[in-house]
């Protein structure tokens, strides 16, 4: 693609636009995957308008995108694109791309899923028909989920209806059939890898622990093609919530209204949203619950060993107890990404958060500061979240100037558990020589079918994210991956560590106490341990700067240069105090002479 090159984020350079220095940075790098007036792969046409994509464990992005002066016009100009951050690929594009001997007519700009393995999902109709049906391709011959009027698995009914699809990164997939007939029947159905079909549990089916099953909702599915659905049971005429996990061998109730946690106390009431199943087949779901005197709303995990209350009550940075939970994801770590309105009034605020058995750690919330201190958080949106196995978080939020003002803009936000949270990209922030307009982000919630993981959404366990971006002056609109800096201390995202790395580091209010972590690696023999007491923080760097104890400079360095290709501690050779071009050599040496410490310096609250 004549345009792809990447393109690196300097946090002062790029965010600093009109807000002052003293603002968090974002310490990665962007990769320009597509842009408005690329040429198509095969020559037909020029990329136009996109949706937002999504990114695989292994770097590549699957979108949707307009084309502009095709040959057919109307009749080719939309595909379906693959990229590795290199070249794109088709996996279908209208008027070019065929399925059982027939022309793809049109494909819904709606991507619903890409495997590890490249393999992605999108809703095709046929020229000349009306309904449509999922295709699945990686740039070869596309296969298909079940068109409707196909038979059912067991060849009694047709096909009629069924709800978004998913597939894991083995190829199997899983969908939520309805088949007419007369013997309707609906249920929860596998597509195997060979093209067959499985059925796993269908409505009116007997419960594995008694009661009918009543109904299914969309189901998610995990590595191991175990699949996590919430449901409802009739129990002799009362109708009870349950949380199930199916698989090839039988289904696993894990949980109903009406179970009593290990407490003795906590009784479980009407489940509300959630089922994301992780690679433990563990499962994820809000819900009401009774104890004496009190009825709430929580967020649960359920596994084999039984249920877990992980979040209730006043969460941080609310002032009333949690309503309106909305489970977004849940990763092998068992930590569970949720929204939940947390304050009281005619316009709640919401925030997002992480929760697991060691309690719940708030990500943002509405109507407080981003990390930059240029905005206020406006509306944050669970549809819009994804989380990883790194238990990291990425979101996009809509922002506004002043506490519930209204809406002025939209950013991209990358939460890591040692980094804290940082503002990655904003519209109005300067990109690509233009000035940002307008961003996408495509999350997974409980609602998705191949949750929780990167598959259908733009986050991966790599730390990366893609999104959807608008130019203002150009009018142009993109593809584009952000990236964590993958060296230690890199925070301005240039591949190295610096002097350049120590003034952001310092910018963003950066304490030497973080490189306290080399005590662990060197005993009291310390590089940086200016006052000699074993460690090195805040007073190794009083003691340098105010030129007590020990004084060095940087004659005897060669040694630590050669070994680490960066300035480095000071060797106690001289009784000169340094003077102040010296003094901005040794503070940088100070902070960045390690290259074991955490990925970066900057720890946002």
Known sequence: MTTQSFFKIYGIVVFGIGIGLAQPVAAGEFQLIARSGDVAPDGNGALSLFAAPVLNSNGQTAFFTLLSGTAGGDADDFAFYRSDGTSLTRIARDGGSMVDGETIGSITPFVLALNSGGTGLASVQIVGQQSSFTILGSGGPLQRFPRPGEPSPSGNNSLFAYSQLGINDSGVGVYRGLYSGINQEAGIYLRNVN??????????????????????????INASAQIGILG????????QSVALRLDTLGTTELARRGDILSDGIT?????????????????????????????????????????TLLAQGTLPGGTIAANFIEVADLNAANQVTFTAEVTPGFDRSSGIYVADTDGVQLIALENTLTP?????????????????????????????????????GRGLFFYDPDLGLEQVLTTGDAYLGDTVSGLDFEGVNGSTTTGPGPQASGANDQGQFAFLF???????????VWSPSSVPGDIDGDGD?????????????????????????????????FDLDGDVDGTDFLEWQQGLGTIYDATDLTDWEATFSVLAPFAANSATVPEPATLGLVLIALVFLPLRVHRAFVVHE
Not at 197 to 211: D, F, K, M
Request: hydrophobic fraction near 35%; avoid cysteine; glycine fraction near 14%.
């Open 372 to 408: 930059r201190g240029d905005h206020f958080f406006h509306h944050l949106y669970y549809r819009n979240i994804a989380s990883n196995d790194l238990g990291q978080t990425v979101f996009m939020a809509d922002l506004a100037d002043e506490i519930d003002g209204g809406l002025t």
């Open 195 to 220: 093209e067959s079909y499985t059925t796993l549990l269908l409505e009116g089916a007997s419960g594995p622990q008694g009661g009918t099953i009543d109904s299914l909702f969309t189901p998610t």
């Open 470 to 480: 608008s130019l203002t002056n150009s009018g142009d609109q993109g593809i584009a």
């Open 232 to 239: 409802e049971l009739d129990v002799a005429g009362q109708i």
């Open 497 to 529: 560590v610096d002097g350049a790395d120590f003034l952001e580091w310092q910018l963003s209010g950066g304490s030497a106490s973080s490189l306290a972590d080399w005590e662990a690696n060197y005993g009291t023999a310390l590089p940086g341990d």
């Open 267 to 307: 009784v479980l009431e009407e489940f509300r949203n959630g089922s994301p199943i992780n690679v433990s087949g563990n499962l994820a779901f809000s819900a009401d619950f009774s104890q004496p005197g009190k009825f709430k709303e929580g967020v649960f995990l359920a596994t084999d060993d039984g249920v």
